[in-house]
Each structure stands twice: as C-alpha cells, then as structure tokens.
C-alpha cells in the first residue's frame, strides 16, 4: 500500500514513514493496555486455560528478554499484533515498554521507508 501512494505521487517516503510510526505506536499502546487492564481476566477464561502452557511460555519469554523481545516482535508480521497484548499481560512496565516500542517502531519505519523507496525505483524506472 504505501508503494502505492509514493509511486503514485499521493504522498512522500517521509509522509508515509511518519504516518506507519505513529499509526504503529498507537496500535501497540492499544494492545499493551488492552493486556494490561483485561490481562487477569483472560488469564482466567476457559480459552487461557486451556492454553495455560502457552501462555506461561510467552509470558516467560517477554520477562526474560523485554526489550529485546518487543523490538523482534515488531519486526516479525505473524506475531507484531500479538507481543503488546502478551507484554502487557506479563504486567512489563509501561515506561519500559514505550521505550522499547518506540525504538521498535522507529525500526520498523525507516525499514518500510528504504522498502518502499527502493520498490518504488523499480517501477518507476
């Protein structure tokens, strides 16, 4: 979509980077308070515990390697949507964890930016 709307004229590789990092940074805070605030409750459901072994694994995952972990995530589309609402079960502290999804999300948009751009070379040539 955003070769699309550089290829096109409609907006720039910086317009476009600008928009994915805020757009991605709310999303995130989003599932990170969403896991924070319903995290308990879920944790309770018959869904959880049936998946009670996942969970605990995840969760385990996100307290060992924090930072580290919301930066990957990011990065990896099968679980992007997933790791803010896991951080914020596993109760990560939120300045932490804005720290670390600011960092994460300002990765991800400069990667989608070179992306875009060098996508955009190619059919503009």
């Given amino acids: ?4 709307l550089y290829t096109q004229d409609i907006l720039s590789l910086p317009e476009i980077a600008t928009l994915a990092f805020f757009g991605a940074i709310l999303a995130d805070h989003f599932g990170y308070y969403l896991g924070l605030i319903f995290g308990p ?5 018959k869904f959880a515990r049936s998946r009670e072994k996942n969970i605990k694994k995840s969760k385990e995952i996100v307290l060992k390697y924090g930072t ?3 930066i990957i995530g990011r990065l990896i589309p099968a679980v992007r949507s997933l790791v803010p609402l896991t951080v ?9 964890f804005s720290i670390s999804d600011f ?3 300002f990765i991800w948009s400069c990667g989608l930016l070179l992306l875009s751009g060098g996508i ?4 503009l040539q």
């Fill in 68 to 70: 580290f972990s919301i």
């Fill in 103 to 105: 960092c994460a999300c």
């Fill in 41 to 45: 409750h879920l944790e309770k459901s």
């Fill in 1 to 4: 979509m955003s070769t699309i």
């Fill in 88 to 96: 914020g079960i596993s109760a990560l502290g939120k300045l932490k």
């Fill in 120 to 123: 955009g070379n190619v059919f």
